[in-house]
């Protein structure tokens, strides 16, 4: 019996790696790589003086998985291959046809072969604890060399990677939780940075229908009528952990997929079908809060990418039964989405892609169907009685968005202005009953109401009644701010004529200097109801008249 070699190894010493890897055996090069891997498992950033050697480190490496080699001697190899695809600027060696093969294959992905799901199925089920190791690892260095190399990134859409992927997917049931894991991260990752391949992955894969079936046994989701879910147990247990970490992943590939909307009444029903699946989702919870509201973000993300039509999905649940005063209709998932939508606001950052999503989904949630505004509306902008306090000031939830309508980010800004627009019908005097004038500038400059009036959508007739308590104190209301204001006292009340006199021509001449220096401008509203110069309101004849002939 021979004896290894012992091999005496500096720490980043790639020279002996290399030269060592070249005559060393099979068992020498695991043993080789497997302290290379205990010593940089936590390093992530790399000298770059050191580029050319662990570039000729990848290659080796993949000259090694190109042998046939034990499985354990595989799962060394790939581990050091893991490390490597850290750096994208070494990864030229790998990002070639001929090492992606490679690495496909070890993930028991056959790129651009046919491949019977069926037997697929079987070879998951046959594999050894030592095979699945090394298919994880295999499929996590795709994940980082497809992430870090446009190159990597091109060779999958070229050998057809998508296929195999896809294949896999048809045999979810089968997967370890870490071979689904990743699968569905690579997927999700080449849909992401190689937008060419979703409809690819549409047309003829039909990736969107093998991610939802995976999304349905993942989630454990029973039909008990069309598009509707049996109502999970209060007292269940939460989504395991590794159940919840695919459905996300499953989810972030899905949204890829959905970015562009297609037509028919198949794609419908596929969408519909997503829906019922999502609502499901918003009425789990997992192992933490913190998981809870991340997955109920990429359902909200996901449903924003539906078409809007299908989002009565979200009410209608016959078996479960629903509110008579919302047409029978049950509003749980709704709740659910505006309770995600106050923590957001809660939260006080990262409004732009946190809060924008879920506002808009109810925007248009609100917009489309009836029974959903109506609901929303009830809690958010419920009949007022207090009207002593401004809009913007209190802990209600029309206080936090009517503070978010003079929010420094435009868009987080115009997003709040239009939900409450759209609470309100669209209806300028019903918006700023709820907001006064000032917080409801900016939207209504920006739809050229500024003069009042209704917005483009058509509404039911359906009218909110004011209550008494309003009603009493509507003709002292500011508009302006949006509340009854306390008597201030009269600053000139004592003022003698001249006092007032000097003081009136100080105020002038202060509008002046403001004016010739071009902070301030004159300003007059248009025919169309935008905002413009004043020189120009004056000189611009009402459109009404334009066409009339002078006698």
Known sequence: MVTPRAFQIAPMDLNSILSQLETASEEEIEKLLEQYNVENAQTFTFDPKEEILRSKLCQSVLTVLGRQVQPSCQKTCLETLRIMSRDKRVLAPVATKEGMLILAGMARLQAGEEEDADEKGSQEQTLSEEDK????????????????????????????????????????????????????????????LQPAVRGVLK?????????????????????????????????????????????????????????????????????????????????????????????????????????????????????????????????????????????????????????????????????????????????????????????????TIRNKLVRLMTHVDMGVKQTAAEFLFVLCKESVDNLLKYTGYGNAAGLLAARGLLGGGRGETQYSDDEDSDTEEYKSVKPFINPITGHVEKPLPNPIEEMTEEQKEYEAEKLANMFDKLSRQQMIRPMGVKSDGTLAPHEETLCCPPEENSDSDSD
Not at 171 to 186: D, Q, S
Not at 230 to 237: G, L
Not at 270 to 292: N, V
Request: aromatic share 6%.
């Open 203 to 395: 047309r003829e894969w039909h990736a969107v229908r093998l991610l939802t079936e995976v999304l349905e046994h993942t989630l454990d989701v029973r039909w008990v009528g069309p598009y509707e879910a049996a109502h999970p147990d209060p007292q269940a247990i939460p989504i395991p952990a590794e159940d919840n970490e695919r459905a996300m992943e499953a989810l972030k590939a899905m949204f890829n997929l959905t970015l562009s909307e297609t037509g028919g009444e198949e794609d419908n029903q596929q969408f519909r079908l997503i829906a019922a699946i999502l609502r499901h989702l918003l009425m789990l919870k997992t192992e933490t809060e913190e998981k809870t509201e991340e997955a109920h973000s990429h359902a909200v993300n996901l449903l924003n990418n539906l078409p809007v039509s299908c989002l009565d999905v979200l009410i209608d649940a016959p078996v479960q039964g629903g509110l008579e005063k919302y047409g029978g209709k049950n509003m749980d998932a709704i709740k659910v989405l505006l309770d995600f939508m106050e923590k957001r606001i809660n939260k006080g950052s990262s409004y732009k892609e946190g809060l924008t999503p879920v506002l808009s989904l109810l925007t248009e949630g609100s917009r489309h169907h009836r029974e959903i505004r109506r609901y929303i509306k009830a809690q958010v902008l419920p009949p007022l009685k207090d009207v002593e306090s401004r809009p913007e000031v209190g802990t």
């Open 133 to 192: 190791r090394v298919v994880v690892e295999a499929l996590k260095c795709l994940c980082n060399i497809v992430y870090n190399s446009p190159a990597a990134q091109q060779v999958c859409v070229d050998v057809q990677l998508v296929r195999g992927l896809c294949a896999s997917l048809a045999t979810a049931h089968t997967w370890p939780h870490e071979v689904g894991l990743f699968t569905l991260r690579l997927l999700f990752l080449l849909s992401a």
